[in-house]
């Protein structure tokens, strides 16, 4: 069963609107970290910003903000004020420990252009 | 400046040709990962190294190996490149192993062709 699903391919998006980039997951385990990294074409992993499952609050870093919805089990990606440098792919990610070994499982991306 | 570095940024290598891509890390991590990420995919975890303990995916082929000689390098050695292991490596880094809210930093990667 698919942990992390991102449903959208691909995305246009013109410069200076915000963003939404969606991702649900799937786990049985209370305690859980979600993770967003940008991955322009020259292939580095950038991390953006992590949401922990015991957090109350909303994570936010600049212009990133993570719409965390628990019993949905959504963490959307929100970018405002999007610029042509915010072009890339885009993915979500769920840290769990499974028999005493962490994994990082990844969804399928997104990428996202913007648009002039 | 950099934190987590790979060498080279691109590898060129002949099929069956044994190739070996490069990872330091700045940060003084006790875990270490290699990822294989193929064109328009999500990575996929090969192995990792918690200190000098070697964990391997269940689905890793043999063909593909790891040193850690210390917590700054790790290398990933390709025995016997296939034109399917043409791929974009991944190394990364966390300071935990056992941490759900550790964040895993990457390093640049290394494009790898196969020819």
């Known amino acids: 069963a698919q942990k992390i699903t991102q449903t959208q391919p691909g995305m246009f998006v013109q410069e200076k609107e915000a963003v939404t980039l969606d991702c649900t997951y799937d786990t049985s385990d209370p305690s859980y970290g979600l993770f967003w990294y940008k991955q322009p074409s020259s292939g580095e992993m950038i991390f953006l910003i992590y949401?922990?499952?015991?957090?109350?609050q909303n994570a936010t870093e600049g212009r990133y903000s993570l719409n965390f919805q628990k019993a949905r089990k959504s963490a959307n990606l929100v970018i405002s004020a999007s610029q042509l440098g915010d072009s890339a792919m885009y993915f979500c990610?769920?840290?769990?420990?499974?028999?005493?070994?962490?994994?990082?499982?990844f969804g399928t991306g997104t990428r996202l252009t913007i648009i002039p | 400046d950099a934190m987590v570095i790979q060498n080279p940024r691109y590898q060129v290598t002949q099929f069956g040709k044994p190739v070996t891509l490069s990872c330091s890390q700045t940060l003084n991590h006790n875990v270490m990962y290699w990822y294989q990420q193929k064109s328009s995919q999500a990575p996929k975890l090969l192995f990792h190294y918690y200190d000098k303990d070697f964990n391997n995916e269940a689905d890793t082929p043999d063909n593909f190996q790891s040193r850690r000689p210390n917590t700054s390098f790790c290398f990933l050695d390709i025995r016997s490149p296939g034109l399917g292991d043409a791929a974009m490596y991944l190394c990364?880094?966390?300071?935990?192993?056992?941490?759900?809210?550790?964040?895993?930093?990457f390093g640049p990667g290394t494009r790898l062709t196969v020819l």
């Open positions: 990610a769920m840290r769990e420990v499974l028999f005493g070994n962490e994994k990082l499982t």
């Open positions: 990364a880094t966390s300071r935990a192993r056992e941490s759900r809210t550790d964040t895993q930093y």
């Open positions: 949401q922990g499952s015991y957090d109350q």
